[in-house]
């Protein structure tokens, strides 16, 4: 186990790596209320020295001119910007909570029908996530059932929650699996109520798929788990990401710049789902941020930041 280290020691560490630190006392303030495993251990790589290969030059060092101030313009960047696509992420999900509990109980009627085996696909392969749905489900309705709130009222007051209720309680992982459990021709009037708002918004008839609703809510889980966790978004990047060929399509943009993953990746599978006010909302929210922080960084590029999000030259004129 490393030893405790105060923050002065830290401090006279990273200057010992090369660091600057322009005001020592802003420092320690910094290191007194955030983490110097969130913010050095987090935002540092862009700083370091790297070999030939693009690995950091071992011991530690830093590059010339690069300062404890610009690592952490990087990490309030780096929380800034998501609080900006989570703010729409959130609009996502409420919409997809709203449509999944309107559109399965307008056709399954009966009390509790979502704890119901048949009331999902009849598909071999997804029995196990059928089951555990509904497991999921019912541990949620037993847990809050417990306290102050809307599922113990419905419990006390009605005998059962809707699942309009029950939605406000399922993360927008739990939604994923719910909407892969449905049978196909939930999914595809699902799907199609976003195929009707983007063509009320844009003009365009377009055909959006079940299998591109799946990946957008995966793709968009991901991210949404990485911004409510505080985690780091900048260079985050799907291990596998989710099928685009056909959202690629539909946006006229190469797979190749939405197959990797990416922040460019969330913005654009986002255009299909969020009203298009929202989502120009959001690119213009996005620009006013990346303006304001373009001119705290010397050391390095900042535009080499925004191409590690994969927000290339233009990027906003392609969505």
């Not at 255009?271 to 298009?276: A, R």
Request: positive net charge; charged residues 25%; aromatic residues 12%.
């Amino acid at each position: 186990m490393k030893p405790f280290k105060t923050h002065r020691q830290q401090l006279a560490i990273l200057r010992g790596r090369g660091l600057k630190i322009n005001s020592g006392s802003k420092a320690l303030r910094i290191l007194e209320s955030e983490s110097y495993y969130a913010v050095i251990n987090g935002y540092k790589d862009f700083f370091l020295l790297k070999d030939p290969t693009g690995k950091n030059i071992l011991p530690e060092t830093y590059i010339t001119n690069a300062t404890f101030e610009e690592i952490y313009e990087l990490y309030s960047f780096d929380r800034d910007f998501r609080n900006t696509i989570l703010e729409f992420i959130l609009k996502f999900e409420s919409s997809i909570k709203s449509k999944i509990s309107y559109r399965f109980s307008e056709k399954y009627k009966e009390p509790h029908a979502y704890l119901i085996l048949k009331n999902y696909t009849r598909v071999s392969a997804k029995l196990k996530d059928v089951l555990s749905l509904i497991s999921t489900i019912s541990n949620t309705i037993s847990k809050n059932g417990k306290k102050k709130g809307s599922i113990a009222h419905y419990l006390d007051k009605h005998d059962g929650v809707p699942l309009w209720v029950l939605v406000n309680y399922l993360t927008i992982g739990n939604m994923q699996y719910f909407y892969s459990c449905l049978d196909n021709s939930l999914q595809n009037t699902i799907a199609k109520d976003f195929s009707i708002s983007y063509k009320r918004d844009y003009g365009n008839v377009i055909h959006f798929t079940p299998d591109m609703l799946e990946s957008t809510l995966k793709t968009v889980t991901f991210f949404r788990n990485v911004c409510a966790h505080e985690e780091r978004l900048y260079n985050f990047k799907l291990h596998k990401p989710a099928p685009s060929a056909g959202i690629g399509s539909i946006l006229s943009i190469h797979t190749h710049l939405l197959d990797k993953g990416n922040i460019f990746t969330v913005l654009a599978f986002l255009k299909l789902v969020l009203p298009k006010k929202e989502h120009q909302k959001m690119i213009k929210n996005i620009n006013k941020l990346i303006h304001s922080y373009s001119s705290k960084f010397n050391s390095i590029n900042f535009n080499d930041i925004l191409l590690e999000m994969g927000l290339f030259t233009n990027w906003d004129q392609s969505l």
